[in-house]
């Protein structure tokens, strides 16, 4: 890890580089450095948007032995105490809305919120078949999958009429 000195600071006077990186960052702060602290912000914001999907897949490969043993368990065939699913699809449903737009982006995030509850929570055809048919920690965690695939394919709707 590289220290420097940090005059600007009276809490601490040695400080990691990549701290105030991770705060300018989030605050959005350009410095000194100019187009290349805003070039290593865009590389990142870009880096961990194609991390979102591996995300996805380790929370739902993950959540199909938890949500099997804990259905098991308590003897229920999807117990509502299991959030893991909707983690998962709410994810999914939350990769298309397009960041970056101020309060904007909570009128995205809501409606993506919306658009996977909807589908969670009516289960149209084959969510509500897969749900029936499909047993354990697969079945479980898959048709809340489901409901965000639903929920992005509307949610691509609206952008592509909305032309954002």
Not at 11 to 19: G, L, R
Not at 77 to 93: K, M, R, S, T
Not at 134 to 152: E, R
């Amino acid at each position: 890890m590289v220290f420097r000195y940090n005059h600007q600071r009276s809490k601490h006077a040695f400080i990691p580089i990549h701290a105030d990186l991770c705060r300018d960052m989030v605050l959005q702060r350009t410095n000194h450095q100019g187009p290349r602290h805003d070039g290593i912000t865009r590389r990142c914001s870009r880096w961990l948007g194609h991390c979102r999907p591996f995300g996805i897949v380790i929370v739902f490969v993950a959540g199909i032995p938890i949500a099997h043993k804990y259905s098991e368990m308590i003897g229920v065939h999807d117990p509502g105490e299991i959030v893991i699913d909707e983690v998962a699809g709410q994810w999914l449903c939350i990769l298309v809305v397009p960041l970056g737009n101020g309060f904007a982006d909570l009128a995205w995030l809501a409606a993506a919120f919306v658009m996977f509850r909807i589908f969670d929570i009516l289960k149209p055809w084959p969510i509500r078949w897969i749900d029936r048919r499909i047993s354990g920690g697969f079945g479980i965690m898959l048709d809340d999958i489901l409901a965000g695939v639903f929920g992005m394919i509307i949610l691509i709707g609206i952008r592509y009429f909305a032309g954002v």
